[in-house]
């Protein structure tokens, strides 16, 4: 399977403990998006990398977290101090852009890191 | 800012009714506009987006500018139809912003 891919599938973890996220995207795609989606809401923007810059975070993230792509290939997502507000499912999902035009494709997902603080 | 709206949380329909998910949104530019859909246990996958003006599994969706609206229709609904459906707008080529979604139940 060449999607999108998550680890780990679910983490429970205590309230005040950090806790880090990876994400493979398909290997053709050069933008790479995390987002957060808590039960009956849809997704919620967190940040997005083009290759390994990242290009534009949500005003709504707090300090605590922070995400990484250092080779443009793979990407991390770590919450530090983790509260309980925290718990949600962390979606990742990938694009191809092409440079120098506006076609961007859409999104494919992964199927998620679910999240509980307790 | 640029805002998708879905006013429905949950739509029951029964089978081979038609069917019609509301999306309206607010943008300031040109949209680009896609279905999501999310069957049980499965990830979001696309359903169509509005430039490629496909049907796909039945479903079309036409972009209406001057109601801000991109609603998402299938003539005769089907219990495979079943799932979580989220509206999504690409905004200025750079981000994807998504409706709340709506949950549509096919019943027998």
């Known amino acids: 399977d060449t999607g999108v891919s998550q680890n780990p599938r679910h983490k429970i973890t205590k309230r005040g403990q950090n806790v880090t996220f990876r994400c493979d995207p398909i290997?053709?795609?050069?933008?790479l998006y995390w987002y957060r989606q808590t039960l009956g809401q849809g997704p919620e923007f967190l940040t997005y990398?083009?290759?390994?810059?990242?290009?534009?975070k949500s005003r709504l993230l707090s300090d605590r977290f922070s995400a990484e792509r250092p080779k443009g290939s793979f990407s991390t997502l770590e919450i530090q101090r983790t509260e309980q507000g925290d718990s949600a499912m962390y979606l990742c999902?990938?694009?191809?852009?092409?440079?120098?035009?506006?076609?961007?494709?859409?999104?494919?997902f992964g199927n998620g890191t679910r999240l509980t603080v307790t | 800012a640029q805002r998708v709206t879905q006013p429905e949380k949950l739509l029951s329909v029964f089978k081979g009714a038609p069917v019609e998910l509301k999306c309206n949104y607010s943008y300031s530019g040109s949209p680009e506009l896609f279905w999501y859909v999310q069957y049980s246990r499965q990830r979001l996958q696309l359903l169509l987006r509005?430039?490629s003006r496909e049907s796909i599994k039945g479903f079309t969706a036409d972009l209406n500018k001057g109601e801000t609206s991109f609603h998402l229709k299938k003539p005769f609904a089907q219990e495979e139809d079943s799932a979580m459906y989220y509206c999504a707008l690409l905004d200025y080529g750079q981000n994807f912003v998504f409706g709340p979604g709506t949950r549509l139940s096919v019943l027998p």
């Open positions: 999902a990938s694009s191809l852009v092409l440079v120098g035009s506006s076609y961007n494709s859409p999104l494919h």
């Open positions: 990398f083009q290759n390994e810059a990242q290009l534009e």
């Open positions: 290997s053709e795609h050069n933008r």
């Open positions: 509005h430039i």
